[in-house]
């Protein structure tokens, strides 16, 4: 079981690389001296940044024409090797340097300005550390909310979550459930099924396990025509971005 997991992790690693072209990331910057309402940081999934077909892009492409908002992705490599340069822990690493950043910057310069965070997959998992920084009293008291979709550490289901623990030679550590954001408000949205951030044990019966692969091929590269309630999946992200409630939605 374990040996058939292990190679279900490599399988689910190289796919989830290969459902996107890469794309370079674009800024819209805000005027020069002048500080934006809202700074909204997407943080694309793997090879996918900036991407159209990127869930994260569907979303901040919706403050693109909001006064007084100013839209960045943050730039980092977006792999998982053996596709990509950069092995699973390199490239988070790099992500959440680089997320930091952006916030430290922007709080320094324009200390008023809200700051709206949004992460898909990988770009949860690195959205999802920093926001628990913050939430820790890690980085001062940045005006800071979240969402992460498809987070790989969503609370008792996710893929980092029911394997926990390091793949030696992959350079893949999977780190367990977050303790939570503290004060951030920070709302997490998941596709049932979406084995990213729906896993089930491992231990699990192998249709299950395969139920959960299975999902992932089918809800995880297609968040943006899931329908919640009767509403676009993007719809709700967005209400949920601006107006976090904190906690799990399952969809």
């Not at 900036?50 to 908002?69: C, L």
């Not at 916030?103 to 898909?120: H, L, M, N, S, W």
């Not at 926001?131 to 996710?158: C, K, N, W, Y």
Request: net charge negative; charged share 20%; glycine share 10%.
């Amino acid at each position: 079981m374990r040996k058939f997991a292990r190679w279900a992790l490599v399988g689910t690693a190289a796919m989830c690389a290969m459902v996107f072209a890469p794309a370079a990331a674009s800024a819209q910057p805000a005027p020069e001296n002048d500080c934006a309402r809202e700074l909204v940081l997407g943080v694309d999934g793997t090879l996918a940044l900036n991407s159209p077909f990127s869930s994260a892009y569907s979303i901040t492409s919706r403050y693109r024409d909001r006064p007084g908002v100013e839209v960045r992705h943050i730039q980092y490599p977006a792999e998982i090797r053996p596709i990509g340069a950069h092995t699973y822990d390199e490239s988070k690493a790099i992500g959440i340097r680089e997320l930091r950043r952006a916030v430290d910057e922007q709080t320094a310069r324009c200390p008023d300005t809200v700051i709206k965070v949004i992460g898909f997959s990988q770009g949860a998992a690195i959205a999802g550390d920093y926001l628990a920084e913050v939430g820790r009293g890690e980085h001062g008291s940045p005006r800071i909310q979240g969402l992460l979709a498809a987070d790989p550490r969503t609370p008792d289901t996710g893929f980092e979550v029911q394997v926990h623990g390091a793949i030696e030679g992959l350079g893949v550590t999977f780190t367990g459930e977050r303790g939570g954001f503290g004060d951030v408000p920070v709302t997490t949205i998941c596709a049932n099924r979406d084995g990213v951030c729906d896993m089930v044990p491992l231990d699990s019966p192998p249709a299950l396990l395969a139920d959960r692969f299975f999902g992932y091929l089918t809800k995880h590269t297609g968040y943006e025509r899931i329908t919640v309630d009767g509403r676009p999946f993007v719809d709700v992200a967005v209400d949920l971005l601006d107006n976090p409630t904190g906690g799990v939605l399952r969809i």
